[in-house]
């Protein structure tokens, strides 16, 4: 187990809610912000703001170089091979759809196959809807086993000559499964097309090496990941990034602009149209900075202790239903019987537990479990066991809140 007083470094879990200490166990959804974050990006507006690339003057040069070692450190962070090959957007959700349209309407056309699973949020699933919609595609669906695991047999079952993009989470918000990205690359790229990967549940919580997952594009979010909201970062391999065209167009990205034609930047600034998320990339840098101090290797073993320890505990609780592997990060997602999860979550949140409900952006996943919307209970490298006994506890008391009865 992680050193608790790791949590000090979080001053918002330094709270009361409802008369109770607070329990955070949401951190899927976003995690909270260590001191060192919020500091870094204080120290940039008092300090160092100003807009990159343009200025010759003192400040400029500061946030250029701030800005651009934040691109550094993520090139690093996930092992990519050069700068120019991470691009920052808003988050995950701006990453893909900048791929499905513009690498997806430039390589897919009528009657070719795009590959998705049912385990997809919706970021990962309505752009490539609209891409299908616009290019006459069509989507082709990985089946699950019943525990929510993707086999290899089952990718191959619906590959073909027509594939052009297999897009996959890294891990699954719901599950918590962690699929075979490295291998289900190999076998998209046996047939032409390319992977295109949903990080936002991996980044926060392991080693990433896009080179070894050899995936074509990777997209994650700074929010869930110890940094700030609206920064994000989309991953690509840098041949098919200079192959691409831009899908904003303005300041920033261009190099030459007449009155009727324009030229466009070298990757990344092409895709980075207008000023860029300054702030965002140096807190997210940040982030970086502290996940890997603390080391990713030791962050996913506290939160796969705590994962484990927690189910161990709800099995015990009568009418308590799981779902997903045994295999799987530090997430809990869960049911009630007779309880619906929004009313589960709102009577936790009465004994300051905050826990997610609802269908977590996964609708077609929630009609696969049979079920309108589940409860998910997320750990992160500030939570410790005790906040999982308080969690324990606190669905014990939600059953004697409802009168619950077998």
């Known amino acids: 187990m992680l050193n608790a007083s790791i949590r000090e470094q979080f001053p918002i879990l330094d709270q009361e809610i409802n008369g109770h200490p607070l329990v955070y166990l949401d951190s899927a959804a976003s995690s909270q912000k260590p001191i060192a974050v919020i500091e870094a990006i204080e120290d940039y507006y008092r300090r160092n703001h100003s807009n990159v690339h343009r200025g ?51 390589n897919v056309g009528e009657g070719d196959e795009i590959v998705l699973t049912p385990m ?44 052009k993009i297999v897009a996959m989470s890294h891990v699954s918000n719901v599950l ?9 690359a190999r076998l998209a790229h046996e047939k032409g097309a390319v992977m295109v990967v949903d990080a936002a549940q991996s980044a926060p919580h392991r080693k990433l090496d896009v080179q070894a997952l050899d995936c074509d594009f990777l997209a994650f979010s700074g929010h869930k990941m110890l940094g700030p909201t609206g920064i994000g970062v989309l991953y690509g391999k840098k041949q098919l990034l200079k192959n691409m065209e831009p899908v904003e167009f303005g300041g920033e990205m261009i190099d030459y602009v007449d009155l009727y034609e324009s030229t466009w930047k070298d990757i990344p600034y092409r895709f980075e149209a207008g000023t860029p998320i300054i702030a965002g990339a140096v807190g997210l840098a940040a982030a970086i900075d502290f996940l890997e101090e603390i080391g990713l290797e030791n962050v996913e073993a506290h939160e796969r202790e705590l994962a484990s320890y927690a189910i161990e505990q709800m099995k015990t609780i009568e009418g308590i239903e799981i779902y997903g592997p045994e295999d799987r990060v530090g997430l809990v997602t869960f049911n009630l019987k007779d309880v619906h999860a929004h ?17 977590h952006c996964a609708q077609p996943l929630m009609r696969l479990l049979k079920q309108s919307s589940t409860a998910r209970a997320s750990f992160y490298l500030y939570n410790t066991k005790e906040e999982v006994d308080r969690f324990i506890e606190g669905l014990r008391q939600t059953k004697e809140y409802f009168n619950y009865e077998f």
Do not use: C
């Open 120 to 163: 997809e949020h919706h970021a990962n699933l309505i752009p490539w809807q609209q891409l299908a919609k616009r290019k006459g595609a069509t989507l082709r669906y990985v089946e699950l086993t019943p525990d929510g695991r993707v086999t290899l047999d089952a990718v191959q079952a619906v590959l073909s000559d027509r594939t």
């Open 176 to 184: 918590g499964t962690i699929n075979p990205i490295a291998e289900v």
């Open 56 to 106: 010759v003057h003192t400040l400029g040069t500061q946030a250029t170089d701030a800005y651009e070692g934040a691109r550094e450190r993520v090139r690093s962070f996930i092992h990519a091979a050069v700068p120019e090959e991470i691009i920052f957007t808003r988050g995950t959700t701006t990453a893909i759809n900048l791929v499905a349209s513009s690498y997806g309407d430039a």
């Open 343 to 359: 009313d589960l979550a709102t009577v936790l949140d009465m004994q300051g537990i905050a826990v997610r409900a609802g269908h």
